[in-house]
Structures are given as C-alpha cells and as structure tokens.
C-alpha cells in the first residue's frame, strides 16, 4: 500500500522540484532555453493563459522524456523525502483494515527504492471554468524496501517483506483553482484513476509465510482494500500550493444511488448436477463496508431477489455501479457465473431507470459473445441538496430510502422545536400502501404446447409479497387469446411488492408452462396508469397486453 502512497507524493514533489529546477535553469541549449521561457512567462499569466498551458499543442514530445530523465535525477530526494511522511499517513489506513487475526500491522522500514516511475502517456481534460485535470499513464517496476511489522493475537512477531513489485496505472491530477500568480493554480488534487496492473508478493523474512494458514491471503487483501480506499479515484489527496480554502477538492458525498436488484434470466448453469445457486454482489466503491450482496435463490436459473440496496455516491461524472452474479458452492466457495456496470452519468437525477444488462466475463473484456444470461435493475440517483417538490412530514433524523423520498418527502424537511424532537424517538419510513388493478387485455403469438399446435392459454397472476393469487379463464385452441378481465389487489407495500403473470396451458390431466412476466410497481405508483405489450420470459415467443391503474393509499408506520 504504501509505495502506492509514495507514488503519487513522489510525483507531486517531484513536480515541485522540477519546476524549481526549471526556474534556475540557464540558457546554455535550446531545450532548457525554452523552458527557460515557459517559466518565466508564467510569473505574468492570467488565468485564461494558464489555461491555454495546459492545452495538448503546448506539450512538445520531448517534453515527456525530459520529465522522466529529470524526475530519475532527483529521484533519491524524492525517496528520502517522502518516506516518513508516508509512513505515519498509510499506517492508520493498513490498520482500518487489519484482520482480526492480527494484533499490530506497521511498517518497520519503508523506501521507495533506487528506480523512478516512467511516464508513457499524458492527456488534458478541461475540468469546467476554473480547473484542469492531467492525467498521467506510468509503469514502474519498483524495488522499495518495505518491511511490515506484523504481530498475530498469539504474541507471535512476523517480519513480512513486501517485494516483485510491478505497476501500470494512470493518474490523475487536478489543478484547481486557476489563480493569476505563480504557479497559476491553488491546489494539486491527486489520485490514482485506474489499476491497469498491480502485482507483487509477501515474503516472511527467515520462513515460509505458506506454513500459516490464511496468513498471506489476509495482509494481500489488506494491502488491496487499503489501496482502493485511500487513493483509488474518486478518493484523493489534496495538496495545497498556494493560501486558501480547498474544501470543496475533498472527498464528500454529492447524492444517493438506490438499487431495486429485480431478476435475472437464462444465467449460465455453473453446476454438473442440477442449477446454479444464484447470488448478487454490488457495489459502487469494492470496500468491505460498502458492497451488497443479496440472498442465494437455490437450484434457478431464472432468480427473483426484489431486493432494495443504497450507495452513496461521490462523484456521479465518473463512478458506476458494478453487479456480479455468482453461484454459491458452498464451502467450496463461490463460481462468477457474468458481471455487468452502469455509468452513473447515464441516469438522469431524481427518475427511475429500468434497465436490463447482459453478463459478461470481465469488465475489461469489450467484446463477449457468450450468453451468461441478463440482470433487471431499477435505478434512481438523487443528488444532494435535490428539489422534488414534495413536502417531508417529517425531520431528516426519520429513516427513508430515496425512492421513498421520491413519492412522499423533500429534501429540506420541516423543523421540528426541541420538544418535538424528544417527543418522538422511534423511526419511521413511509408504506406505500394502495388498490392495483391489472386488467389482463390479451396475449399475442403464443408457443404451440399442444400436440394439434395450439394451446389453451390462462393467465395467473400472483402478488410476490403477500402470495395473493388470481387466474383468468381459460380460453381454447387460441394462440392469440383476449380475456379483457380485470383483478384488484389490496397492496401493502407498493415500493417492495411485484406482480408476476405466468401464463400455462390447460390440459385435462394437467398444465403446461408458456412463459412469465414480472413487474415491479414501480412505473405504476409513478405514472397512476398505463397501458403496455410485454414479452414473455422463458418462451420462444409470445406477448402480453396489460392495463395496469394504482389508487394510493399512503400510511406511516413506525419501526
């Protein structure tokens, strides 16, 4: 974790010093004369010049390999430098993820080693009015001196070095804000942006760190977890340059990212003997404390979970919600049945987005033919500080999801007296709680189930939450039925219930399954009404046409 850390304070000296040595710099050859140029011009920039610097048409290609010969010379200053400070700021970070199997995780001896990072690529993202961002592309094949002082709950001490490091990444600095003096910006926010590659191996210094079972896989995801959550973008660390309040720079939540995980369908079988065990994993940040995971729909290829998920959200411009599907084996651990992602940015703040998404491999992977099966998710962001235009009957010490917030609150609340306040101490959250009313219309291009190619089609139709059961009648030797029958639910809690129509053929001594559909309510507590075709899950083909109205009924009830 820790070289990672240096890494990036060694880059933001390293600048630093470069930019010192630039100053000093004689004109003794063309290349340092130019240089020579450039700094002195920047003592007289404005802020729109500072931001004509940052501009790809200003970064000649030599200048890549004049910060790398550079950054190589003053490299050892950097090291020595940045050691202790590194030190006393990733150790609190290593021991927020300790393992519970250890008693003490420190460092003993931390360098950064001989050999600077190499840069291979740069780009310049605008970042607004008053902001550049740089982005920086790096290798480096380390050879730190990392030493961790480990002791276990039993007294035992352990010397693990940390070595055969190798990295290849991309970060991010921003410049921000644009100021009218030297050096033309306020503060350098750093971060790592992605993890190409990150590879190395933990040694215990005079033994065999495999002899202690669990010992190795426990500091590696250590390291890992430390490394996400201290410099993976969106978190940062902010150095300030010149005098002033950079607060806004820092890591905050800006909004709330609600997840309905609804389904998924056709997920590939991962067992020899009988189906997948289905469970779901989601995350926004991959933090022990932050990822979801759902419950395990035993032996079904097709799972319905119905289940609601919160993450907060810190940068809605960048981040994406990552959901992977696997299959429980048990003790033996669990197999990556597909994974998929959506872009924050693609959603629109404060609407509910439905959204199918195709499992694959790996999110690196671009193209993925195979069929690993689709997930349903419904999705609502809503930033901080958001406007709904409903009014909140209750304070914001009152326990509420954001899709709740959507139908019943706003954001600002009422402001309850003291009294008030100690007057009411239980949670409350609001049930949205009404009369549905699906009128099953008809269906179209039913699947032949009958050995004369036709079918005697019905239709059930179930409520998940309360297991309540209606049916249609049947109608013969049609594969284009129209029932036009209608069916009223008394629904307790709208925001966590679903309606699941399965149709079947009727048979004398017997049914025969054609294919379903399942739909949160969701659309209809949003819209009061509406009229849509369907296609039917689990069936070769097939449509179901359906007119579905909502009559609210709103209640509070404690928890």
Not at 454 to 468: E, G, H, R, W
Request: hydrophobic share 40%; net charge negative; glycine share 6%.
């Amino acid at each position: 974790m820790g070289f990672f850390m240096g890494l990036i304070l060694g880059i933001a000296v390293g600048l630093a010093i470069i930019v010192g040595l630039v100053k000093s710099e004689n004109a003794r050859s063309k290349r340092r004369s130019e240089l020579a140029t450039i700094v002195a011009a920047f003592s007289k920039m404005t802020v729109e010049d500072s931001r004509k610097i940052f501009t790809p048409e200003y970064y000649p290609s030599w200048l890549l390999n004049w910060l790398n010969v550079h950054l190589t010379k003053i490299w050892p200053y950097v090291n020595e430098a940045a050691s202790e400070l590194i030190k006393a700021s990733v150790e609190p970070v290593l021991e927020q993820y300790r393992p519970a199997i250890l008693s003490s995780l420190k460092f003993s001896k931390f360098t950064l080693g001989a050999v600077a990072p190499q840069f291979t690529g740069v780009s310049i993202i605008e970042n607004g009015e008053n902001g550049i961002t740089m982005e920086l592309e790096m290798n480096w094949d380390g050879n730190p001196s990392i030493i961790l002082d480990i002791k276990t709950r039993v007294g035992l001490a352990l010397p693990v070095q940390v070595k055969d490091i190798g990295f290849t990444g991309v970060f991010r600095l921003i410049f921000k804000p644009l100021v009218d003096e030297f050096p033309c910006f306020g503060a350098v926010c750093c971060s790592l942006k992605q993890k190409k590659n990150m590879d190395f191996t933990l040694k215990l210094i005079g033994g065999d760190i495999s002899t202690i079972p669990g010992l190795y896989g426990a500091i590696e995801g250590t390291i890992r977890d430390a490394i996400e959550d201290s410099i993976m973008w969106p978190a940062r660390k902010v150095i300030p340059i010149l005098p002033g309040d950079y607060s806004d720079l820092e890591l905050k939540p800006v909004g709330i990212l609600e997840v309905k995980l609804v389904q998924a369908k056709e997920l590939t079988n991962k067992d020899i003997i009988g189906k997948s065990d289905p469970f779901a994993v989601l995350y926004v940040r991959p933090l022990p404390d932050r990822m979801k995971t759902s419950k395990t729909i035993n032996n079904d290829l097709n799972p319905i979970w119905n289940e609601h998920f919160e993450f907060v959200v810190e940068d809605a411009s960048t981040q994406h919600l990552v959901v992977k599907v696997y299959d429980d084996e048990g003790l033996q651990g669990s197999e990556l049945i597909g994974c998929a992602q959506v872009l924050l940015r693609d959603l629109q703040p404060g609407k509910v987005k439905d959204v199918w998404l195709k499992l694959v491999k790996d999110l690196e992977v671009q193209r993925d033919n195979k069929n690993r099966g689709q997930v349903q998710l419904e999705l609502l962001y809503c930033p901080s500080g958001m406007e709904n235009g409903f009014t909140n009957p209750f304070t914001q010490d009152f326990s509420m999801t954001s899709l709740e917030k959507v139908f019943k609150s706003g954001v600002n609340g009422i402001e309850f007296h003291e009294n008030e306040k100690a007057a009411i101490q239980k949670k409350r959250e609001v049930i949205i709680r009404g009369v549905l009313s699906v009128t099953v219309i008809s269906a179209e291009d039913l699947p032949a189930v009958d050995l004369m190619g036709k079918a005697d089609p019905y239709v059930v139709l179930t409520m998940k939450k309360s297991d309540i059961r209606n049916k249609t009648r049947v109608v013969n030797e049609c594969l284009n039925p129209v029932w036009n029958q209608t069916f009223d639910f008394v629904v307790e809690d709208g925001l966590h219930d679903m309606l699941i129509l399965e149709v079947w053929d009727h048979d004398t001594f017997g049914k025969d399954y054609m294919g379903r559909c399942i739909l949160t309510l969701t659309r209809v507590i949003l819209e009061g009404e509406y009229k849509e075709c369907f296609q039917l899950d689990e069936a070769k083909s097939g449509k179901l046409n359906l007119h579905l109205k909502w009559m609210p009924q709103p209640i509070y009830r404690d928890t």
